[in-house]
């Protein structure tokens, strides 16, 4: 069992940054995928970040220039910095796992194994 814990949601106005941390307890692998996926009201979640313990990265074209992910395996922590924020980067942010997963760009929503609870960003313009 692992437990995702996401810190550093908030609010800012647009054009602000935040930056998003996940800490992994628990029996966390040293093969894996993992990312931030994001969800509103109106939007199914989505794939933001996702970055694998090779260090491949993967980035929605929506977020590609502005936010950067990296990981610490050392502290089982996961990080999501977030620049240039726009009104429609609102959501919440999840952090998830694949550890079925070596390669970034094929990790999807389905594949992940676990999820934390979230945490809201919130962009004003």
């Known amino acids: 069992e692992v437990q995702l814990v996401e810190s550093g949601g908030g609010s800012v106005e647009a054009g602000g940054s935040l930056r998003l941390s996940c800490v992994a307890s628990?029996?966390?692998?040293?093969?894996?995928?993992m990312g931030w996926f994001r969800e509103t009201r109106w939007r199914q979640r989505e794939k933001v970040a996702i970055?694998?313990?090779?260090?491949?990265?993967f980035y929605a074209d929506f977020v590609k220039g502005r936010f950067t992910i990296s990981q610490d395996s050392a502290k089982n922590t996961l990080a999501l910095e977030m620049n240039s924020l726009k009104p429609e980067d609102t959501a919440t942010y999840y952090c998830?796992?694949?550890?079925?997963?070596?390669?970034?760009?094929?990790?999807?929503?389905?594949?992940?194994?676990?999820w934390g609870a979230g945490t809201q960003v919130t962009i004003s313009s």
């Open positions: 628990g029996d966390v692998h040293s093969t894996f995928c």
């Open positions: 998830a796992a694949d550890f079925g997963c070596r390669y970034a760009p094929y990790a999807d929503r389905n594949g992940m194994d676990y």
């Open positions: 970055i694998d313990s090779d260090g491949n990265t």
